[in-house]
């Protein structure tokens, strides 16, 4: 569309944290990043600047996700925000409220909260066009 700046999904993993690491603290990133392991505390993308959330079947994430793509098969406890897309993998289960623009939902995917879309910037910008009336 118009002047629409799309943020794209990272297609590669800048940070991995591995299936046998836990961490106690809220984490900030830019790029990609995949979570295998434990995190206890917020994930939170740099604001202005693309990023993508793996959280594989083994990883769990005890605080608020807020970020620009995010794609869950582990479990989440707190809420989760995807400023552009989420997708809930089989093994998925948010124990939060979830803030989408786009969804995607496997079956077997379980959320216990509220489903709440974001509207889109573009949406609240009507345009109306004046029609040519022969007088």
Known sequence: MFGKRSNKPQNRIDTLIGAAT????NLSFSGGLRVDGEVNGNIVAVPGKPSTLVLSEHGRVNGEIN?????????VVGPVS????LELQS???????????????QLGAIVEGKLI????????KVVAFKLNSAE
């Open 117 to 124: 879309h974001l509207a889109a910037e573009a949406d609240e």
């Open 67 to 75: 970020v620009t793509h995010v794609v869950v098969n582990g479990m």
């Open 91 to 105: 093994k998925a289960k948010v124990i939060g409220d979830v803030h989408y623009k786009t969804l995607e939902i």
């Open 82 to 85: 995807a400023g552009e897309y």
């Open 22 to 25: 836990k961490i106690d603290g």
